[in-house]
């Protein structure tokens, strides 16, 4: 049953089309992905299902009482609330009950109101139990734990939230507050891999429907089941994860390639005989040949989303040993370091990823190996023959006054048409090369550092957050040029795609000392998943009867929630059913007035109104659980 649908919806601003005629359905527990190319109406596309802004052209229904809930990029929460606080606004309903219970209670040792009081009291008292009266403080503090907020953090004021704090704390608010329609702009850009983890987890528990722009290819493939795709213009439409909607989308694509190509060919081969025959003695068929050509419903040539064309080679390799480390302690005061390294060894060809929370000191280790930053005890010694491409997140290795040309041309002296040639690569063309590196994009500013990355002709790489701010086609050329990289690579990154694909050993920075993996990424978890076993069965499980009698409750509601669930779902199916059934008696009824067979039209009528009760009954039972 559809929550949400769309149809004919078109988005322009000005002269400039966005999208057209787009069509959607989102039904009760969708997990859908919407992905394409930057610039492609995405936000706008959510901002319109969210209502807050007008489509040009068609309309959108949405169920009754449906409640929508909007995570934006940027996040706005100017509130004079602290962290907590604002979560606790989630449970506006359920802390008035909490009052009401304790006015009760009072009212109760008056002897005058004790009955009434007290059977007012039991009654509020099942529905605060079952509504999760006595666990929403805990599923705060659960929400806020996994999205990577400190216990200091709680009690901070909002207004003192940096922008992605912000954000991680609205998202918080709309996981608690549960809405029947999570719409999520780009929910992963704040969040460390632990963070990420846990919302996956979360998300892929969540009973109602979610649609998530995203860049992570990762968590499309573990939330998502189904993929809209924006591009061009159009949306089209993807049974699957992330991984399977590349598989038929590739598909897709070669199919229409072959057929345009079939078409052209065809149309080229039937101009060549009306050219040859329109005036010769075939010139009738030539003429019928040319008249069916012009009714040809010409089939559209593929667009394919642009990617940078990016290439990365060294002409000089270096010595065996790229980085080595002893003793070394990082950060930027002595009495407060971030970390302590372990004896590190890189070697050429390795391809090491640093992960680890935000603030542990991952771009500060690499600003270390940098020489940027001196550790405050050991030492950090680099190899011979190297030549060290940095790729920073910030992008502050671009000075924002010059021009992309600028920029290119302090590199690396290349003949002007040459230069823009080059950078074409990189998707700047014509005039956008004279651009200010200050007035663009984010994803624009990426493309300049791997421009400049590309003519620096490194050995070893230093990348931090690489994948930020690119779309996907561009995040896969990039994954695909490092793994064909025959240098050695230091990697801080969220992007567990990448890590995946890429590394040779991960370095885990945790509680203020770095950990060596050996092996992939997989090898990683796996390894952690046997410390975190080995470390739950050493600790005897100590409980209170209060903890005990609160998970008891919890489960409880769980069981009620699923047991609701699953009736939910088997009632939409009885009813879609029972609709079909109605309508196919109705076209039946319709044929038997029509041949004027009376008893069949009763009979008909019959089952009709006996198929309506049911359909009735069915439909106020949905009704009565989701009043619950």
Same mark, same amino acid.
């Given at each position: ?250 598909? #897709? ?28 003695? #075939?010139?009738?068929?030539? #003429? ?6 012009? #009714? ?333």
């Amino acid at each position: 049953m559809s929550i949400l649908t769309a149809s004919g919806l078109a988005k322009s601003y000005g002269a400039q089309d966005v999208f057209w005629d787009v069509s959607i359905q989102i039904a009760r527990g969708d997990k859908i992905g919407l992905v394409g190319p930057n610039g492609e109406g995405k936000t706008t596309l959510l901002r319109i299902l969210a209502g807050l802004e007008e489509p040009s052209a068609g309309a959108v229904q949405r169920a009754r009482g449906l409640q929508v809930g909007y995570l934006p990029q940027i996040a706005e929460l100017d509130s004079e609330r602290t962290v907590y606080a604002e979560m606790l606004t989630a449970f506006a309903d359920l802390r008035a009950q909490q009052a009401e219970l304790h006015r009760l209670e009072e009212a109760m040792a008056d002897p005058a109101q004790r009955k009434e009081a007290l059977r007012r009291y039991d009654e509020l008292l099942t529905r605060f139990e079952l509504a999760g009266g006595y666990t929403y403080e805990a599923r705060i503090r659960q929400v806020l734990a996994g999205l990577g907020f400190s216990a200091e953090e709680w009690n901070q004021p909002l207004g003192q939230l940096s922008g992605g704090q912000k954000t991680r704390a609205l998202l918080a608010r709309l996981l608690l507050q549960g809405p029947d329609l999570l719409l999520l702009d780009e929910p992963t850009n704040h969040l460390d891999l632990a963070a990420l983890e846990w919302l996956e987890d979360y998300l892929n528990q969540w009973p109602g429907s979610l649609v998530i722009v995203a860049h992570d290819r990762r968590f499309l493939d573990k939330v998502a089941s189904r993929i809209w795709d924006l591009g061009f213009g159009h949306l089209e439409e993807y049974t699957g994860n992330y991984s399977r909607y590349a598989e038929l989308r590739a598909e #897709r694509m070669a199919r229409r390639q072959a057929e345009y190509e079939a078409q052209q060919a065809h149309i080229t081969k039937t101009e060549v005989f009306i050219q040859r025959y329109k005036a010769g003695q #075939r010139s009738k068929e030539a #003429r019928g040949r040319q008249k069916r050509l012009a #009714r040809l419903e010409r089939i559209e040539r593929p667009h394919e989303a642009q990617a940078i064309h990016l290439h990365l080679e060294s002409d000089q390799r270096s010595g065996d040993l790229v980085l080595t480390t002893a003793g070394a302690i990082i950060g930027y005061e002595p009495q407060h370091p971030l970390f302590t390294c372990p004896e590190l060894i890189l070697r050429q060809g390795q391809r090491a990823a640093l992960i680890g929370p935000n603030g542990s000191g991952k771009t500060t280790f690499l600003k270390t190996v940098l020489g940027q930053v001196p550790p405050l005890a050991g030492e950090i010694r680099l190899g011979a023959s190297l030549k060290i491409g940095y790729l920073a997140q910030t992008h502050e290795t671009l000075n924002l006054e010059h021009t992309i040309l600028d920029e290119i041309l302090e590199v690396k002296n290349l003949p002007l048409e040459k230069a823009r040639t080059f950078l074409g690569r990189f998707l700047f063309h014509g005039d956008e090369v004279f651009k200010q590196v200050g007035d663009l994009s984010g994803g624009e500013r990426s493309r300049v550092a791997l421009a400049k990355l590309t003519l620096q002709e490194p050995n070893f790489l230093l990348l931090d957050e690489p994948t930020t701010h690119l779309d996907l086609p561009s995040q896969e050329v990039l994954q695909d040029v490092l793994l064909n990289f025959h240098g050695t690579i230091l990697l801080v990154s969220h992007d567990r795609y990448l890590i995946d694909a890429l590394a040779t050993q991960v370095w885990l920075l945790e509680d203020g000392r770095l950990r060596v993996y050996q092996g992939d990424y997989a090898a990683y978890l796996a390894q952690r998943e046997r410390e975190t076993q080995e470390a739950t069965e050493s600790i005897p499980e100590k409980r209170t009867p209060v903890q005990k009698q609160a998970e008891e409750r919890e489960k409880a509601r769980q069981r009620q929630a699923q047991q609701r669930a699953r009736r939910i779902a088997q009632l939409e199916e009885e009813i879609a059913a029972l609709e079909a059934r109605l309508a196919e008696l109705g076209r039946e009824i319709t044929l038997a007035s029509n041949a004027q067979v009376l008893d069949r039209v009763r009979a008909l009528g019959v089952e009709y109104e006996r198929v309506e009760a049911e359909l009735n009954r069915r439909m106020a039972e949905w009704a009565e659980i989701h009043a619950t």
